[in-house]
């Protein structure tokens, strides 16, 4: 009993070893794979047609509320509709390219964004249009500024160029989006706040109490304003006021040349409104969600969402993939 015992748990423990040297080998050549593929797989564009996701949608809806009848005079008149649209593009309908901008307080998706207006601009012509759903609630002015930039190659190129906003354009968001031909908003969408805020604590008297000497040395009498550790000034905090007095004006500027309907006194102060009150004040030109504005484009032209897509390194995909082995060896 004892040996049959033995060759049961040494049977076990050979399976399970076995199971192991297989995971290894899968390892191995997933990596191997994974370092092959991983230049051509970090990135990429993908393009999605938004008239054929809006066909589908109609056509599941139809396919389930319509009679037989119903739903034979509806492909009937679909495919009549389709033989239309073939025909008006040899005459080269007008594109809509849609592009989705989701800021944090570094505009880090700028880097896409960047790609995608790129891509776009090496077939865009004047007919066409370059459609952006904006949110974000601001950041710092040279990321935001960055993605004004990016925004107003496509204006220069004469395309174009609206931006929507269902949510939120606040500071640097609306540097952003005022930029556009046109500007739409939902009712109680947020714009606005033109101003600069900056704040920064001061941990002096902390260390000063518990005798820990800081030091900072500087050539240039500016080349410091505000710091964290040493003892600010009057003088210091008078000349970190002039600098931001300095950013609120190039920002007031800024949106003044691209939006000379504003009466930009009476709506650089800081404040945000939601849409129904920023039409007032002509920081947006129609109250008209993202949705309902591409489901009347879609009528008339092409209407593609262009994305930018970063894959994980293959660093990540690793490590992932090592956590799983340890886990199904685990048994867990």
């Known amino acids: 009993m004892e040996l049959a015992k033995f060759l049961v748990e040494y049977g076990m423990f050979l399976a399970k070893l076995g199971t192991i040297a297989i995971l290894l080998v899968l390892a191995i050549g997933a990596i191997i794979v994974l370092i092959m ?14 008239n054929e996701k ?25 495919k009549q509709e389709q033989k239309e649209k073939d025909k008006n593009s040899a005459e080269e309908r007008k594109r809509t390219f849609v592009l989705d901008f989701k ?11 960047r790609e995608e207006i790129t891509a776009i601009l090496t077939i865009a012509d004047k ?12 950041g710092t002015v040279h990321g935001y500024g960055l993605g004004a930039s990016q925004l107003k190659r ?11 906003v269902d949510k939120v354009a606040a500071s640097g968001g609306y540097m ?9 908003a939902a009712p109680f969408a947020i714009l606005g706040s033109i101003g600069v805020l900056a704040q920064i604590p001061n941990f002096h008297r902390l260390l000063k109490k518990m005798d820990i000497d800081f030091e900072q ?22 000349k970190f006021k002039e600098e931001l007095e300095d950013t609120h004006h190039l920002f007031k500027d800024f949106v003044k040349d691209n939006r000379p309907q504003i009466d930009i006194d009476k709506i650089a102060t800081g404040e945000h409104w939601y849409g129904r009150r920023a039409i007032e004040l002509n920081l947006i030109d129609e109250l008209i969600t ?11 032209s092409d209407v593609f969402e262009v994305k930018h897509e970063r894959k994980k390194p293959v660093t990540e995909k690793l490590i992932s993939f090592g956590a799983n082995i340890l886990s199904s060896i685990d048994g867990r």
């Open 127 to 138: 007919k066409d249009e370059v459609f952006v759903v904006l949110e974000s609630g601001g």
């Open 290 to 300: 993202s949705d309902d504005y591409l489901t009347n484009a879609a009528m008339d």
């Open 217 to 238: 040395i500087t050539a240039g009498d500016h080349k410091r304003t505000l710091t964290l550790f040493g003892e600010n000034t009057d003088k210091d905090r008078e």
């Open 103 to 113: 800021g944090d307080i570094k505009a880090s998706t700028v880097s896409s964004l």
């Open 176 to 184: 952003m989006a005022c930029v556009a031909d046109k500007i739409i």
């Open 154 to 164: 496509i204006c220069d190129k004469g395309i174009t160029l609206t931006v929507a």
């Open 54 to 78: 809006y066909e589908t949608l109609s056509f599941m809806l139809n396919s389930q509320i319509l009679s037989k009848k119903g739903l034979k005079q509806y492909l009937k008149q679909h």
């Open 37 to 50: 593929r991983s230049k051509d797989d970090l990135e990429h564009l993908n393009i999605k047609n938004i």
